[in-house]
DNA sequence: ACAGTGGCTGTTAGCGGTAACACTAACAGA
DNA sequence: TCTGTTAGTGTTACCGCTAACAGCCACTGT
């Protein structure tokens, strides 16, 4: 049981199961993968020794000899928003029946930190990897462009992928809120958002935002940074110094929903008149916002559908263009007047 | 570049680094591992060749040769729900710079996926494994109990685990909550959750929830269970659907913080006073209900420190004993009076 | 009777590394 | 001078499995 113990058999291997079972090896092995020609009788046998044994395949030595492993490498940024948990259902469920198997790792969007992650998953020589966003370290770029598998850069397709790209535009998803904000007549206008130096989706948002601003002689009346904390406390304690810096801001928009209903919730308890007197937008579309007492404008990021279009590629269930632009949808909620 | 085109170069070996750079296959090996003595000079040139050939190790072939693998099995119910996210963060924190590496595999609460899950990553022969909860199948349990590395089941202690548990009692979280609701005064008790036959450990909860009821002479006046869909939102359902079934309820037990906040601010909405008219509570201490425009009663469930101990015991940095109980703090928040 | 066929099983030779040991040169101490 | 030691490097034999191919045995058709 415990650790320490030492292991009182050694560990399994086919050669246990073909002396059990009688036959060689290579029959095991065919067996248990379904593969070949194998007589109903000694199929039985074989099935019968492995169970009773307990035996375990060793994929390494498997993956060793067949040169294919089963896995995909997976490299998000972090687990703990609510957008990658969303992205990886989707690429699962594409992968359940493919055989493929998807290996996360996480970069906490620190460049240094994606380029070991991308290192150590290439050295498992996974069948295709998916990575989020477009900017990656030099040696990382090289790294994956001549790992001869497929590669997907997710999220984003503002940029040049490696191999294939899947995602939205990011700038054009600021610009589009910027105008239906402009459009609503809303004039003094303020951005929220987290002070993360390698958010670039975040970023390239901000300044689609700013470029369609500018169009229309506008400019941001006020931004505020935030990092770590509850997202949601973080909202309305920004959205508070917004406010009491510049009374007259009739518009928030926040880079993304967490700290968007934070504010919204602020808003409401300070009495404020939402979106008469000001309104709010975030990004994007996340289930939580569905409870909140208003529904917050927000613009929903196709994550599930990016998933599993990454998962169709990696999984050769589809042959692609080299980038593939999804649509998000501008989901207007009861925060933006009109 | 795309997945089609034949690889123009076959995979590099340590034998093309070793051509390259004119020493030994080996001698290679030990460079890039930082083993054994090897000379300046001959280390640099090794170096400088890898770097030139885009050298990646083929850890398959290394892990087979060397019987090691570094890596951890970490299989969880779900992503989605806030709390696994930060077991991952604790495991990550420790097990960073022990050159162990964590691989999440995701049951969606399904024994027999869970089985599967299992049986997958045993067959890369992980160095040690880390399951949420103490159920399982039992041909999971054998196949664990076999593997001759290091188990630690984690968030529960109520059973008996396979070789180590880092948890807490949720029966006991249960009933701490009962008691502390009861001596508060409040006697007309309802519990809204989750509808999720193989979640034992909100089971577990409610069962120990109950047991301090009857104890007190009291019992549930109503329940109600759902799946699937925005927590939040389910939570104002739920409670409003409570609430018009029994307008006499005076607390509200919810199993767990998301669906509570959903409750928390359909109750503020209602005008209802919270705590004095009805009282609510949550489980797990998430993050998230910092930003609550009041706070809810809660229980953290030492995701953290469950993470890190658990990733303890498998480093070896830790000898601990079959159980370790850790204890969460009730959380009063302003919904409970008193 | 014969080669031809197809179903089933075994044999051989690696996959790309590493453990363990063998070897060599250089130098120290007796 | 000789042996012992040590740092640095190479050789050999696998790790556990699978691809490829080589049988072998009915059984078929002619």
Redesign the interface.
């Known amino acids: ?4 113990a030492p ?1 009182p058999r050694p ?1 399994l291997t086919l050669r246990d199961v073909s002396e059990a079972s009688g036959v060689s090896e290579m029959t095991v092995s065919r067996v248990l993968r379904n593969r070949g020609d194998v007589s109903a009788p000694t199929r039985e046998k074989v099935l019968e020794a492995a169970r009773t044994l ?1 035996y ?6 498997g ?2 000899a067949s040169q294919r ?1 089963n896995l995909v490498g997976v490299v998000i940024p972090s ?2 928003n ?1 957008v990658f ?2 992205v ?2 989707g690429i ?1 469920s594409v992968l359940d029946g493919t055989g493929l ?1 998807p ?2 790792g ?1 970069t906490n969007y620190l460049p240094d930190r994606e380029e070991t992650v991308i ?2 998953m ?4 996974p069948s295709g990897m998916i990575i989020a966003g477009l900017e990656h370290t030099d040696a990382a770029r ?2 994956l ?6 590669i997907v850069e997710i999220m984003d397709i503002d940029g040049t992928p ?3 790209a899947v995602g939205i535009s990011h700038r054009r998803a600021g610009r589009q809120m910027a105008e239906a904000i402009i459009a609503a007549g809303y004039r003094n206008i303020a951005f929220l958002g987290t002070q993360m130096p390698n958010d670039f989706r975040a970023k390239k948002r901000l300044e689609g935002f700013e470029e369609a601003l500018a169009k229309a002689g506008l400019g941001l009346v006020d931004r505020e940074y935030y990092s770590g ?8 304690e920004m959205t508070a110094a917004v406010l009491s810096r510049n009374p007259d801001v009739d518009f928030l928009y926040y880079s993304n929903d967490m700290i968007g ?2 504010g919204l ?1 602020y808003c409401l ?1 300070q009495g404020l008149d939402v979106p008469g007197r000001i309104g709010l937008a975030g990004f994007n579309g996340v ?7 208003r529904k917050l404008a927000t613009m929903d990021a196709c994550r599930l559908e990016i998933g599993k279009k990454a998962a169709e ?1 990696i999984a ?1 269930k589809a ?1 692609r263009g ?1 980038k593939e632009e999804l649509f998000p949808t501008l989901q207007r909620g009861d925060t933006i007047r009109g």
């Open positions: 049981m415990s650790r320490t292991d560990t307990g375990v395949p060793n994929k390494i030595a993956a060793l492993v687990l703990s609510m948990p969303e990886m259902t699962s198997q290996v996360v996480v290192y150590e290439l050295s498992w020589r090289a790294m462009a001549r790992a001869g598998i497929p490696i191999d294939h904390g509850s997202a949601l406390l973080k909202g309305r209903a934070g919730l308890a289930e939580l916002l569905d409870g909140l007492p590629i050769g042959t080299e």
